[in-house]
């Protein structure tokens, strides 16, 4: 009964239905808004269609990533695949042993494609042609009574490496799809991020692991540093430090990397503290802003009940009487400043680094101009093993198809006065180049060719 049981389990046929059954999960998954995916959209068809949300959530269809039917499927699919590895391992090992049951006759030898007799020089017996099989990477058993000599003789093995791989590319992207985070944050320079949730962008809101927490980081960025050579931006040094006080030095193509985060550079921006004072030089309120106005992007700010429409001009200059930049190199930043008080224009100017404006017996002044980052957050656990298992696939494909097996069985005899040797082989694949192979090799190993016939 237990036999039977895991036969079942290893069938082609619970495969199939296994594989059928998870694409009818995922196909409900597009179909059907999910918490952790859609939540606006879950949250206003719940508000609709109460009843029928509540029948859903019942069955966990509105989680059916991580419901119990998926997360069982998905167990029943890697058993099925470890118990086709397990019970293939017998055949495997079977093949790959050398035994004496395998020395046949070469003559009455059925499935060799290769057969021939050749007549041995002078001085050579059965030993030294086994030896000269050795010498060509074939294993050999018996004597020149009776041998058989096998090429690639762990082969088959590949067969195990590549259902291996198979199984670490599915646990790998199983896991990367229960635990991927992803998400943006924006940080200035001089900024600590200690990983909260409250601090990435909402827009796009971050998507959440199903299985796991957020990202575990703790750095505080150092300093931002644009790169940019004769008018042209080339790259980016972004350094921080992490909690152990290790800095690291990020660019556009090396992420910093954390508790399986990337941290991947994707925009720059400015980061003014702008100051308002009133006539007296009284602070009235202040802040840092993170303004997107770089490559002559328009963004605002709000301070002290005012409005502040800004432009940004890294190498401001006045052409014609209008702001401009001479460069995209930071040698002379200003802004130029907008100010509107409910919905009405009450004055403008412009403000360089360190600098100040004066509108309606206000001061606005610029009192440091770092930059700010943002990061493109993403959190996967199952990538090394994804990886690894497209690897060891690579590898067992060249393993099985470069390194493929040969084998060869053979007998000395005397005929007509002379010791003759005759041959049969054969090959996994290829069976054209294998005969050509195997004619070349013995016609090297024995000389002249007296006799040779092939088998369809």
């Known amino acids: 009964m237990f036999n039977k049981l895991i036969k079942s389990l290893a069938s082609l046929r619970f495969t199939i239905a296994l594989i059928s059954l998870l694409a009818v999960i995922f196909a409900l998954g597009l179909i059907i808004p999910q918490k952790s995916l859609v939540k606006e959209i879950y949250f206003e068809w719940q508000k609709n269609s109460p009843a029928l949300v509540a029948f859903l959530d019942a069955l966990q269809l509105t989680e059916i990533y991580t419901s119990w039917l998926t997360l069982s499927l998905w167990g029943f699919f890697f058993l099925n695949l470890a118990l086709v590895i397990w019970l293939r391992m017998p055949l495997v090992k079977k093949r790959i042993e050398m035994s004496e049951s395998r020395i046949v006759d070469p003559e009455t030898a059925t499935g060799y494609i290769f057969r021939g007799s050749y007549a041995l020089p002078a001085g050579m017996d059965g030993s030294a042609v086994i030896d000269l099989l050795a010498k060509r990477g074939y294993a050999v058993l018996g004597d020149e009574h009776g041998f058989f000599g096998v090429k690639n003789r762990y082969s088959p093995l590949a067969f195990v490496f590549f259902h291996l791989s198979f199984f670490l590319i599915l646990l790998g992207g199983a896991i990367s799809f229960y635990t991927t985070f992803i998400g943006y944050v924006d940080l200035a320079q001089g900024e600590t991020f200690m990983g909260e949730l409250e601090r990435y962008s909402q827009a796009p809101p971050p998507a959440l692991p199903k299985v796991g927490g957020i990202p575990k980081v703790a750095f505080t960025i ?48 400015m980061a003014p503290l702008f100051v308002l004072k009133d006539a007296s030089g009284k602070d009235i309120e202040g802040a840092f802003f993170k303004l997107d106005v770089l490559q002559g992007r328009q963004d605002r700010f709000k301070l002290g009940g005012y409005e502040f429409i800004t432009n940004f001009y890294p190498d401001y200059y006045l052409e014609k009487g209008t702001p401009a930049t001479k460069s995209q190199e930071f040698k002379n930043p200003t802004f130029s400043i907008v100010i509107e008080q409910g919905g009405k224009k009450i004055g403008e100017g412009i403000v360089p680094k360190n600098g100040a404006m004066e509108f309606s017996g206000y001061r606005l002044e610029m009192q440091e101009l770092p930059f700010w980052v943002r990061f493109y957050v993403i959190k996967e656990r199952g990538v090394s093993i994804l990886y690894a298992g497209f690897i060891i696939a690579c590898c067992a494909v060249i393993w099985r198809l470069l390194f493929y097996r040969r084998e060869i069985v053979g007998t000395v005899k005397d005929e007509d006065g002379e010791r003759r040797i005759v041959i049969a082989a054969k090959s996994e694949f290829y069976k054209n180049l294998a005969e050509d192979e195997f004619a070349k090799l013995f016609d090297e190993m024995f000389g002249d060719k007296l006799k040779l016939k092939t088998d369809d």
């Open 222 to 269: 150092t300093s931002v540093t644009p790169q940019v050579v004769r008018n042209t931006p080339t790259g980016i040094s972004v350094k921080l430090m992490d909690a152990g006080g290790t800095v690291h030095d990020l660019g556009i193509n090396t992420p910093y990397i954390t508790d399986n985060t990337f941290f991947v550079f994707k925009h720059l921006g």
